[in-house]
């Protein structure tokens, strides 16, 4: 008995004193990282500001393959949100967006409400220029009197979620600079390969479009100069009429004539369009949902690269008939890549 004793009375004193260590431990807490990311403001943005593009880089959605969730509100705005119910290891929970400063910052508020209810703020802005982006991501609130306990033990909240913020923002800077993996349009396996290029079949979402619309020679294009003069002068525009930015950097060929290597094109950016504002002088279209044949192709080259030749022998083969126009995703610092980059870009065709 009086070991029982002995032993009882040593556990509620390291009780008392994790409890007093605890009390006079600040309540509230700061988890912060940053990453310099090598590519436009906007297309950093334009994963940064949206729902549904947070899962591209979300460091918690391999916790719960099968989670699901929810999307709310005009996304990109003051009021839009996520919501998720995933396993245990997840948890349940929300995050609402409260606060925009367009291309700087976006503020929301995080709730739990499984395996246990707590509310937090989240922060994630931006600093410098195109090709030189800092991104910091931030969460802040307070401790209750037990939670600060069990941090005792784990560490404090820094040690335990710094290391996810980094694996986050690592993989935001992958995501921005080298483009969402194509694996993750969709769920279906390649349709073919074709010259050793896998073909993919994939749905473009409808999307509004602002550009600049020229004939130029290929050698232009593949120069690079006129590409980052152009997205210099989108970006521009946008910024001066209030639009915001919804995706990377694309190129719609309207005509190549080999012959003469005149290149009719739009350089374009997809945008949101606030009700009331204008685009200016840009170039503007939509393009509905539309199925489309897709295919990556690496490093720079004319009409002719390799996705395009892989694309053009499928849709022959299987006798398809395409749009008579195509499209280029450029999955790359369109601002501040060089002829010798190793860029990538992502070659479609539209599907009637």
């Not at 126009?325 to 479609?348: G, H, M, S, W």
Request: glycine share 8%; proline share 4%; charged share 20%.
């Amino acid at each position: 008995m009086k070991i029982m004793k002995y032993f009882v009375l040593v556990m509620l004193s390291l009780i008392a004193t994790v409890l007093t260590l605890a009390w006079f431990r600040n309540p509230e807490y700061k988890v912060q990282r940053s990453i310099v990311i090598h590519a436009p403001r906007a297309v950093v943005w334009a994963q940064i500001s949206r729902w549904k593009a947070f899962n591209n880089w979300n460091p918690w959605a391999a916790l719960d393959s099968q989670a699901v969730y929810a999307f709310g509100g005009n996304d990109g705005s003051v009021g839009s949100f996520i919501s998720w119910k995933g396993n245990s290891d997840m948890g349940s929970g929300s995050m609402r967006t409260w606060r925009i400063d367009p291309l700087k910052s976006v503020e929301a508020e995080l709730e739990f409400t499984e395996p246990w209810e707590s509310k937090s703020n989240t922060s994630i802005a931006m600093e410098g220029g195109d090709g030189q982006v800092l991104v910091s991501w931030s969460m802040q609130g307070k401790q209750s009197l037990l939670e600060r306990s069990f941090a005792l033990f784990l560490g404090g909240m820094d040690h335990m979620l710094g290391k996810d913020y980094e694996q986050g923002l690592a993989t935001l800077k992958r995501v921005c600079e080298q483009g969402v993996a194509l694996e993750t349009n969709h769920e279906a396996a390649p349709l073919a390969t074709e010259q050793g290029v896998p073909i993919y079949e994939v749905s473009l979402p409808a999307r509004t479009y602002v550009g600049i619309r020229n004939v130029v020679t290929s050698a232009q294009l593949e120069d690079g100069e006129y590409l980052k003069q152009s997205v210099l002068s989108i970006m521009a525009g946008i910024a001066q009429n209030g639009l915001r930015v919804s995706g990377s950097v694309f190129v719609f060929h309207y005509m190549n004539d080999a012959a003469s290597g005149m290149m009719d094109v739009a350089v374009c950016m997809p945008v949101e369009v606030p009700k009331g504002k204008t685009t200016g002088n840009l170039y503007l279209f939509e393009l509905p949902e539309r199925r489309a044949l897709a295919a990556d192709q690496s490093g720079w080259h004319g009409p002719g690269g390799p996705a395009r030749r892989a694309l053009q022998q499928y849709l022959t083969k299987k006798r398809v008939q395409t749009e008579p126009f195509t499209i280029e995703e450029y999955l790359f610092d369109a601002l501040n890549a060089k002829r010798t980059d190793a860029v990538k870009t992502r070659q479609y065709a539209l599907i009637p």
